[in-house]
């Protein structure tokens, strides 16, 4: 049973399903051979809290569970550029689809 956040360090007790991270996680074949069977319906249960679920994660390390740091993802700011007036003007004839002559 998930009683508290699988970090070590951490001390969160487990009580409502809309706080954190429940894991299930697959054991590997190196899981499974410590455990002696081969049964499909073995799966371990970890819970990360909500400040460490956005921080960490949870992947099989060997025979144990180990916390993972999430990567900070830098998000690419796209490449400004300028328009001149002249071409303002023609783009909103354009889209209008008034011509004037």
């Not at 049973?1 to 054991?27: D, R, W």
Request: with cysteine; proline share 8%; charged share 25%.
């Amino acid at each position: 049973m998930v009683s508290k956040c699988a970090n070590p360090t951490c001390s969160e007790t487990f009580l409502y399903l809309h706080q954190g991270k429940i894991f299930q996680l697959t054991p590997t074949p190196e899981v499974e051979a410590v455990g002696g069977c081969l049964l499909p319906s073995l799966y371990e249960r970890f819970w990360l809290c909500d400040k460490c679920c956005k921080d960490m994660t949870l992947v099989w390390g060997g025979t144990e569970v180990k916390l993972v740091p999430l990567r900070a993802v830098p998000v690419a700011q796209p490449p400004a550029f300028k328009v001149d007036s002249k071409q303002k003007q023609k783009k909103r004839a354009a889209t209008t689809g008034l011509q004037r002559r």
